[in-house]
């Protein structure tokens, strides 16, 4: 555990001595900043039904989504790659840590990135709460939605970080996998075999943030995000394994 | 203290280790040698528990490696080829952190990082950042985060490599003085580096073991011979071989030019005296008479040379 913390903590140390990070930072600000401006002009309006407004923020937009398919592939494509290619990681695994703590390490460190992007989004809640009134239920269970996305988005760019060793096709393979991921879900709407169709739902990402920005938490909204980041933090011990000699 | 037993290691179809087995005592320094490509931190990095081996087995401190390899990590302090740390982490903030996944208890990382940055003679740089420090402070600070959990076994892989002179002095001064409490295994390139510091030599080409012993012991050849050159005036070439070769001691004679031989033998000072007497007693003129010991340079040359690594050279390896 001790072991597990310290590689975190290393980890997190690196993403905040890097320009990387504050260039991430500052794109992130600014997306969101202007979805918050959306926002307010579209409540603005006098024509807009009543709705709890940060719907919108949480993933009821296209920006959300494009913010988040190329965030997290940037927060992530640095992670083994970078290791593999400077031969830190030998150094690494020569110590008594096995390959399954040093892709936590790595993961966890990512997803604490990653959460921390949208720290500054308190704001904005703040704001509109010191303008209307806010049911904060929804505003949490949304949260806890871009939580558990960010697990599953992180697991698979840890995954291609350990496949590739090269950063940037580290990232691009994180990008296309995560597009994979995210556009499952959304054939959804194509099709009409009802068992199909219930088993995309589960898989459907754009649904999965609706519903908790909406308030609603549904077990199954939990399980399908955290099982598969699992799955893919599996994969990456086993590629991590494979790989580390070359 | 270090048991490794017929170790493997194959990379597609070639086998670049090839069945190596050796015992290493507890508290030898041992030197591996071998030209680029022998195999050495293949074999290093398998001991080290980073690469699984092929096929073989190592038993490190007596653990072993297949059955718990982190325990064999733990044992060891290893220092890399290309000694890779994190460039934007501060020194001591990087020894920190290995003393950390090491598993150092927390109340004795001050103790073990005082120990190490002495040892090590990194005090000045303690507070630098890692990517701003010159080679040979980084090859410092890889040896430092080697020792910093008291491992039993130290594993260098060139360790004096791209230094200057006066720091490959002191790295050398430094690994023999820890020689006396740790076991270690280092490998290089430079001769004149395994005969300071080593006691017992390994010499690897080609993924297998070609010879193993002291330096010393193979100066003076695996078969014990050392060369005596002899060089006489008024003496016909065929007779004078034949009564060469009668010395005792004198295993065989080679022409070199005409009245000068090389003599193969056992025992130098007897066998020039004898060469003396019977020049004297036939009235020819001794106009050289020297001993050469081989220098490792040759033994190693000779051993990984492939051409000459053929009957004869494999005979003496068997022997030795
Ligand atoms: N990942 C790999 N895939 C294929 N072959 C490899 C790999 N790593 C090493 N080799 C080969 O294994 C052989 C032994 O390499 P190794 O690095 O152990 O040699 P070495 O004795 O340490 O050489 P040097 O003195 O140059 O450091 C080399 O021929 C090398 O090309
Ligand atoms: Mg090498």
């Known amino acids: 555990m001790r072991k597990l913390l310290a590689l975190v903590r290393r980890e997190l140390l690196a993403y905040f001595s890097s320009p990387l990070a504050y260039v991430v930072l500052t794109a992130f600000l600014f997306v969101n900043g202007f979805v918050f401006w959306l ?3 579209y409540l603005n309006d006098p024509r807009t039904r009543a709705m709890a407004p940060l719907r919108l923020l949480f993933g009821g937009t296209m920006y959300f989504w494009l913010l988040l398919l190329f965030v997290v592939p940037v927060i992530t494509m640095r992670l083994l790659a970078e290791e593999r290619r400077t031969g830190t990681i030998e150094l690494l695994l020569t110590a008594p840590v096995t390959e399954g703590q040093v892709v936590m390490g790595k993961f966890l460190a990512a997803w604490i990135f990653y959460l921390f992007l949208w720290l500054p989004t308190l704001v904005y809640v703040g704001i509109l709460a010191s303008y209307a009134t806010i049911d904060f ?31 940037i096709v580290a990232a ?8 994979v991921v995210f556009s499952v879900g959304l054939i959804e709407n194509l099709v009409t075999n009802p068992l199909w169709k ?18 609603l938490v549904d077990t199954r909204r939990l399980i ?7 799955f893919f933090l599996y994969l990456s011990v086993k590629a991590l394994e494979a790989v580390k000699g070359r | 203290m270090i048991e490794v037993q017929d170790l493997t290691k194959r990379y597609f179809d070639r086998e670049v280790v090839k ?27 398998m001991i080290c528990a980073y690469l699984p081996p092929t096929a073989g087995s190592v038993k490190v401190a007596g653990v072993d490696l297949a059955q718990d390899p982190l325990g064999v990590r733990a044992r060891i302090g290893y220092l890399p080829e290309n000694v890779a740390l994190y460039p934007e982490m501060r020194v001591e903030e990087f020894l920190r952190f290995r003393a950390a996944i090491e598993g ?15 040892r090590c003679m990194l005090g000045d740089v303690q507070r630098q950042v890692i990517g701003t420090l010159s080679k040979g402070y980084r090859q410092r600070v890889g040896l430092a985060a080697a020792l910093i959990h008291k491992p039993p076994v130290l594993i260098l892989d060139e360790p004096t490599v791209g230094l200057d002179p006066r720091q490959i002095v002191k790295i050398r001064e430094l690994i023999v003085e820890l020689g006396r409490d740790h076991t270690v295994i280092l490998s290089t390139h430079i001769l004149p580096e395994v005969e300071q510091v080593c006691r017992r030599v390994l010499i690897i080409d080609d993924g297998r073991i070609v010879a193993d012993g002291t330096p010393e ?4 050849g695996f078969s014990g011979l050392s060369a005596v050159t002899v060089e006489l005036e008024g003496a016909d070439g065929a007779s004078a071989a034949q009564v060469l070769g009668g010395i005792a001691g004198v295993e065989k004679v080679e022409v070199l030019a005409d009245g000068r031989f090389q003599l193969a033998v056992r025992d130098g000072k007897a066998v020039r005296r004898e060469v003396f007497r019977a020049a004297v007693a036939r009235g020819w003129h001794i106009l050289e008479l020297s001993q050469s010991v081989p220098s490792l340079e040759d033994v190693f040359l000779r051993l990984t040379t492939r051409e000459e690594v053929t009957g004869e050279a494999a005979a003496e390896v068997s022997y030795a």
Request: aromatic share 12%; glycine share 10%.
């Open chain 1, 172 to 179: 691009i393979f994180a990008f296309a996998a995560l597009v």
């Open chain 1, 198 to 215: 219930n088993a995309l739902s589960y898989m459907n990402l754009w649904d999965h943030m609706d519903d908790f920005a909406k308030g």
């Open chain 1, 39 to 41: 926002i307010v002009a």
């Open chain 1, 137 to 167: 239920g929804p505003v949490a269970a949304g949260y806890l939605g871009i939580a558990l996305l960010g697990l599953l988005f992180a697991s698979v760019g840890v995954f291609t970080s350990a496949l590739a060793k090269n950063q």
């Open chain 1, 224 to 230: 399908y995000p955290v099982s598969l980041s699992g």
């Open chain 2, 19 to 45: 069945s190596v087995s050796f015992f290493v005592p507890e508290g030898e320094v041992l030197g591996f040698l071998g030209p680029n490509g022998a195999g050495k931190t293949t074999t290093m990095r």
């Open chain 2, 104 to 118: 150092v208890p927390a109340k004795e990382v001050p103790e073990r990082l005082a120990y190490v940055v002495d």
């Open chain 2, 217 to 220: 012991s193979l100066r003076t």
